[in-house]
């Protein structure tokens, strides 16, 4: 029996399998050169608007072409962007091998974000605010137009003044914690002697300010500082 065909029948896929795995490892290890250039692009930036760590920074490099092929460089590559470019959310970075002269740009998106309590579902005017309606988010900070909140705690207990949909960050314009026409508790004494009354706010009130309310006893009008849901207090 002649097993020489069977034999260069085993030879020629031995071959073939050769190929196809150094193939195979070629195309992983471009793929973690550009991963790790990525990564360096990233890293740069990051040190650029953030060199302290005291801020919240995403970022993410745009994909690199698989045409584009990366050389070896036997320095560290140099990574460099404009004072303009840094500005900008998509930014613009030259990596550069300067012992080959092989440079490239890349993009990369960075965005400022922070800590915003937002509406999870939406609300009604005179809704109480509790921790069942809010939710905290990560938000593009340039996208923010107004003061907002970044503590769910500070929010509780408030009431909106005007209709909020779902994914909506809250506006301390828009809160009361005393509203209009509500009945609140008026303090009013020294730290030795606290006297309590009732009355009738004659304004929308936020935290530490004040406003005009009305003493249901004597039905006199003053002006007190609120100090939580539904109290006002008079300093002696």
């Known amino acids: 029996m002649n097993k020489l065909p069977h034999y260069q029948a085993i030879v020629r896929m031995i071959a073939i399998i050769t190929c196809l795995y150094t193939g195979i490892t070629a195309a992983n290890e ?5 991963q790790h250039l990525i990564s360096q692009a990233e890293g740069f930036i990051l040190q650029q608007l953030n060199p302290n760590h005291d801020k919240t920074i995403d970022v993410a490099a745009m994909p690199i072409d ?10 560290h590559l140099i990574f460099s962007a404009s004072a303009e470019a840094l500005s900008q959310s998509n930014i613009s970075v030259k990596a550069e091998c300067q012992n ?44 923010l137009r107004s003061s907002t909140f970044d503590d769910i705690e500070d929010v509780v207990g408030a ?18 914690y005393v509203c209009k026409g509500d ?21 929308d009130g936020r935290m530490g300010e004040t406003i005009q309310v009305k003493n249901r006893r004597s039905n006199k009008k003053i002006y007190a500082r609120v100090s939580s849901t539904g109290q006002v207090e008079i300093n002696m």
Not at 162 to 174: C, I, L, M, T, W
């Open 183 to 203: 009945r609140v508790t008026i303090s009013a004494g020294t730290t030795n002697m606290i006297v309590k009354t009732t009355g009738i706010a004659l304004e």
């Open 66 to 75: 698989d045409r584009v092929q990366i050389p070896a460089c036997e320095t």
């Open 159 to 176: 009431r909106i003044k005007r209709r909020v949909s779902a994914g909506r960050p809250v506006d301390p314009k828009n809160l009361c």
């Open 30 to 34: 471009k793929k973690l050169v550009k």
């Open 100 to 143: 080959s002269n092989w440079y490239m740009f890349m993009v990369v998106k960075a965005i400022e974000t922070q800590p915003v309590v937002i509406i999870s579902s939406a609300v009604s005017p005179g809704t109480l605010l509790t921790t069942d309606n809010l939710n905290v988010i990560s938000m593009n900070k340039k996208r």
